[in-house]
């Protein structure tokens, strides 16, 4: 019996260190997919993104609910000034916590006017605290922090 159960285990052990593989892939093409629409204005990838319960901190200190952001999005998602922009993730590591995540990644910003000729670059320390719920990873907590232009050029 002994042999037996341990026969088991040690054929189950690929399999949850394959789910912890998985469940960090998950996470990372749901950032890299969120960035890319949100680089667009999509208020879709925000609402998919986002627990209802958020609590965002931005980097200028405010703190806002999944509600107030939404709103945001929605409200300037409509002007067009001509720019483009453009947000990507960089040095992203994922800690899995059984059914949550903690996320940190220095998140890149350009924007672009339209002949593309770079208007501003920036970059933000981010992370994110994500809760796996009905078989879905959200973003349950968010802190940015700006990084001062200096110490954010790519090296």
Not at 33 to 55: C, I, K, P, Q
Not at 105 to 117: S, T, V
Request: glycine share 8%; net charge negative.
């Amino acid at each position: 019996m002994r042999i037996f159960l341990l026969a088991i285990a040690v054929f189950m052990l690929p399999s949850v260190a394959a789910g912890d593989g998985t469940q960090e892939e998950t996470i990372e093409n749901l950032l890299h997919t969120f960035l890319d629409g949100a680089s667009r204005g999509d208020v879709a990838v925000h609402e998919r993104f986002w627990a209802e319960e958020l609590v965002y901190t931005s980097s200028s200190g405010t703190r806002f609910g999944k509600a107030e952001l939404l709103r945001g999005v929605r409200e300037t998602r409509g002007e067009d000034d001509g720019q483009s922009h453009r947000y990507w993730a960089e040095d992203t590591h994922i800690m899995l916590l059984d059914h949550m995540a903690i996320v940190t990644f220095k998140l890149r910003a350009e924007i672009r006017a339209e002949n593309q000729a770079l208007v501003e670059e920036s970059a933000y320390f981010n992370t994110g605290t994500f809760r796996l719920k009905d078989g879905q990873w959200r973003a349950l907590a968010w802190q940015a922090t700006r990084i001062p232009a200096a110490e954010a050029a790519p090296e």
